[in-house]
């Protein structure tokens, strides 16, 4: 089993994660302004089956018994996001006591019930306000994402020690802004650039407004990361690759770590590219406490002419009905290949290339078709996934990577932005009928697993 197999570093976090779009619900009560993803749901056709996050898994009415659920599968951090509409319906000014009240209750909670709460400042539910005023593309965002920070840094940071700027950039820059696949759905490739670079610059801005509102706190960054590797041995495939790697990996890692965006991107996206400063490039270089890591396979990369500019396409693309095995290896129903190695590899890349900076894996998880049967939920692929990774996180720590906590995706099954509420990746089955909660055997697992490392983490091994 697992643990046997490496043990846990001492002080490690095991935790679980969501965001608000994705379980909250209540899209317009209590004063909560609408966000973009109110907005893009509210579309026909974004959205698969046309499912929205009006009511999702409706955690804004049942947070209690959410984290009674916690509790009993023994969480040491929940790692939640704050809708910022909630709190600022108009993404500035006037505060909404109502929006902020109920954070302020569920971080109360939390610490009542002995969980350390981790809080995402931005998972992609920008106030609609703001965007119509430019959103990302704007540099007033920068002022704005700050201004949004000290607030919770001040109201909340008396009991929030960690804190994450910002969720996946890569994803909401580019999938919002150049596939127009979320929101808020524009097909735009300077915005994108230029959105990256004022998330970027705005996330510097945050660590200062955090830091300068409550010095003690953690603040990091969550990016998705993988492993990439070329679908075949031809120098076409391997240049694919490594020009897919400069604009995945690197476009994001090397300027947060001081070294600005890679020149080889630079130069192929050049038509692009905003106007940068050194001024900008030091505010993103800002120093964080932990990178955040979100990662849950590799990716296949390939030459295809058919991309401007890139010339690739990754594996990732095309998602299935339902998960599959295709040559003995487990699909999920996202079509991510169950491959535990890659979240090794992750993390041996930030040692080997970024200086050995602190990691918490902020999310990694698995979507499987579950079935209710007699009131139960058995997901041993999901079981089997967790295993196979958390020990590769473990033996990662092992080989010396500073890893520092594991959060799983996710809590609670959610409403999955534009794949709509049938890809189920939670440690808890929602019934999005009736509201109900069953936790699956995979939330039992987890509590063991919990359980048992308690002493080896607690340093009484
Ligand atoms: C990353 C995102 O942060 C999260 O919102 C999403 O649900 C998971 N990956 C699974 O796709």
């Known amino acids: 089993m697992m643990s046997a197999e490496y043990g846990f570093p001492r002080g490690f976090i095991l935790g679980a994660a969501t965001a608000a779009y994705q379980i909250e619900g209540g899209w317009r009560e209590d004063g909560k302004g609408p966000s973009i993803w109110d907005d893009f749901a509210h579309r026909k056709g974004k959205i698969a089956n046309n499912d929205t996050g009006d009511v999702a898994s409706d955690h804004y009415h049942r947070w209690q018994e959410d984290v009674a659920i916690m509790r009993e599968i023994g969480l040491d951090a929940y790692r939640f996001s704050i809708s910022w509409p909630r709190v600022l319906p108009l993404g500035r000014g006037a505060v909404n006591a109502k929006g902020l009240g109920f954070y302020d209750r569920l971080v109360d909670e939390l610490l009542a019930s002995g969980i350390k709460p981790y809080v995402t400042l931005y998972h992609w539910d920008l106030p609609l306000e703001l965007q119509k005023q430019g959103g990302w593309s704007s540099n007033d965002i920068r002022s704005r994402f700050a201004e949004y920070a000290a607030l919770l840094a001040s109201r909340l940071g008396d009991r929030v020690k960690n804190w994450i700027t910002l969720n996946e950039p890569w ?15 524009l097909k735009n490739p300077w915005k994108a650039m230029r959105v990256l670079h004022n998330a970027l610059c705005s996330h510097g801005m ?7 509102e409550r010095p003690d706190s953690s603040v990091g960054i969550t990016l998705s990361l993988s492993p990439l590797e070329p679908a075949t041995d031809t120098d076409r495939d391997k240049e694919a690759t490594h020009r897919a790697d400069l604009f995945m990996n690197r476009l994001l890692l090397d300027p947060i770590f001081g070294r600005g965006y890679p020149e080889e991107i630079r130069r192929l996206l050049r038509l ?25 396979t590799r990716d296949i990369i390939r030459y295809d002419w058919r991309v401007p500019f890139l010339h690739l396409w ?20 996202m079509g991510v290949e169950v491959y535990p190695p890659s979240i090794y590899q992750v993390l041996a890349r930030i040692r080997d290339e970024y200086g050995n900076h602190p990691v918490v894996i902020t999310e990694n998880g698995s979507s499987f078709t579950d079935v209710v049967q007699n009131g139960k939920v058995d997901d041993p692929k999901r079981i089997a996934y967790l295993d196979g990774y958390l020990n590769e996180v473990l033996h990662a720590a092992a080989d010396g990577c500073d890893v520092r906590g594991y959060f799983v995706w996710t809590l609670m099954d959610n409403m999955e932005w534009s794949f709509g509420c049938a890809k189920r990746h939670g440690l808890v089955y929602v019934d999005f009928k009736s509201g109900q909660r069953i936790p699956k055997a995979s939330a039992a697992r987890y509590a063991e697993i919990i359980r048992d490392s308690l002493p080896g983490r607690h340093g009484h091994k």
């Open 171 to 185: 994803m909401f820059v580019f999938i919002g802004h150049l596939l127009g696949m979320h929101a808020p759905g």
């Open 206 to 212: 945050a660590v200062q407004a955090i830091k300068a």
């Open 272 to 296: 692009f590219f905003p106007k940068v400063t050194q001024e900008d490039l030091a505010l993103i270089a800002t120093p964080i406490d932990f990178l955040g890591v979100n990662t849950y």
């Open 314 to 333: 990754s594996s990732i693309s095309d998602v299935p009905e339902s998960d599959f095995i295709r040559n003995g290896v487990q699909y999920t129903t």
